[in-house]
């Protein structure tokens, strides 16, 4: 029997970003004992590197702004497969949620008058995103941590216990969601530098843990994107949904290699910034699709006039929707009029004067300059699409954040599906965040409540088994046995075949027969990856941690090139060259991926047929007074022959 410390909290937090924190606090203010757990230092989350802002429809620089356009441009950039109600509450609530940040601390940039500043973005209609310079996400963070501090600071003042009713557990990472009678009971960790495991017992577990980034090969996530939380939901026996979707950001550094994919903000388009391809081509302009050709300009004069006067011109295509400016950079780069290293030309240097790009752009600046040497003040950067976001995630009830099928486990921010459709918009990440994430913070201390004296209780059978595969790296020369067996395999090895499978083969556009030879190869590395062997001990093993987050990696992969294969359309962050239009009939259809063993075992699965079982499931028609909000020509453009008949 494993001895390992075990503490009971009413809600424990998995991830320490912008959703696990506002979920924490709501947790916390609504009565719960809560924990926070986070894989690498608090206050360093994704949400931190967040550079161009928040959307929220508060109409500061454009009166015409409202919840009921944001509700229609989210729609649209997620080519109608959106969880609609997730989308409505998303636009209803953020802009409460930008205020409440601002009661809390937070200061960002202001309009002449004094609000709040608001900047354009792709697909948003109005200027929209709330920012502080390019730094937002750092002052969101500041100040959720500023008002976690401040609560443990009223939590002193009664109990005489900072961390009574509200704990940070930093560089911990969770490998298990622990369950009892199929409910959640509690979550398996352990303490990146000592080694030691432990076990934090609650009825209600919040999944927070952002995305899937570090199974691609370029991408602008850092390491701790290993899509753990897409794992944990899994195996605890949560359905994903729509993993095909992942979003190429157009815009990633693309030289020198040792920086290849690191985000270049899309605030610098927002801003004036333009797109180039080497014959000094503005080539956006080509690159209009039908559903949108109406709302972009179509010369460069009337792009350019629309900054200054938005409500007689329409927008420059730079500004189109992720998705559509990442496939036009592909073909521009194929076609042979890319950059010297393998990208296009973004330039701000001739669009606005030395000062201003300093001030809108501080981190670009900096970036640029120690990065790669350029002056983005005088010269154009070169710029590719890189991995940015996933869209799909666990299938959640949108109203309460709550995962579906596994009572008492929640989900939120990046990690959770449904809310984007096939494609994000740009500042909806951080709005998505706080809506979602105060909603499962609440929803969670209400289910925790509600059980009062019967809660579930973690039986140290599981507590075995999740130390038991923790530990399985140290002796992977033990497995000889077929068809896993062979040497061990360096986890560091793995994961480069792992990113390089997934770039090549289920990337920014996707052909059948690669998606199967990704698959193949991916039952390849799976089987290499039981035996994913490391040297030494607990204590400070880099290679450890790899190898554990190897089996997280594969899984969601796996799920990203099955339901890829599987949808045989076009739509958003999804594009296949064998079926390149967007398909009507495929509109009201979301795949749900769960494991082929429901009892959450990896061991028993057949390692050559896969993990990941598909299903299909027909959506929830959008509510009348939702639809009513499009003109009916759109409308065509979208739905589904039923859908317009009814
Ligand atoms: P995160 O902020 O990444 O937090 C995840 C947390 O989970 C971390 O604390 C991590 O340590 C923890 N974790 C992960 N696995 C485990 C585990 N196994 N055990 C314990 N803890 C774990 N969006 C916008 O809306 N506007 C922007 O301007 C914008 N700019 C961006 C710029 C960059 C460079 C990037 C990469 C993204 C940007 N995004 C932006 C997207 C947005 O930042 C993210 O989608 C969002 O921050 C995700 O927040 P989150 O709370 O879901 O996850």
Redesign the pocket.
Known sequence: MSVVDRQEWDVVV???????LRAAIEARERGARTAV????LFGK???V???????AAMANVNSGDNWQVHFRDTMRGGKFLNQWRMAELHAQEAPQRVWELETWGALFDRTKDGRIAQRNFGGHEYPRLAHVGDR??LELIRTLQQKIVSLQQEDFRETGDYESRLKVFQE???TRVLKEEGRVCGVF?YERESGRFFVLEAPAVVI????IGKSFKVT??SW?YTG??HALALLAGAPLLNMEFVQFHPTGMVWPPSVKGI?V?ESVRGDGGVLRNSDGKRFMFDYIPDVFKDKYAETEEEGDRWYDDPDHNRRPPELLPRDEVARAINAEVKEGRGSPHGGVFLDVSTRMPAEVIKRRLPSMYHQFKELADVDITAEAMEVGPTC??VMGGVAVESDTAAARGVPGLFAA???AGGMHGSNRL??????D?LVFGRRAGWHAAEYAAGLAGARPVVDDVQIDSAAAEALRPFSAEAETEEPAGGPPENPYTLHQELQQTMNDLVGIIRRAPEMEQALEKLAELRLRARRAGVEGHRQFNPGWHLALDLRNMLLVSECVARAALERTESRGGHTREDHPGMDRAWRRINLLCALTDPTGGLAATDPVRGQIALTRETTEPVRADLLALFDKEELVKYLSEEELYE
């Open positions: 998995v991830g320490a970003g912008g959703a696990g757990i986070c894989k690498s989350a994704h949400t590197m967040a550079e161009g802002g928040i959307a937002t996400g911990c990472t969770v960790a927070a843990t952002g995305g602008s996530n701790e753990d939380g985000l903000t940015h976001y921010g990046e990690v740009g500042g909806n990440s951080l709005s965040l």
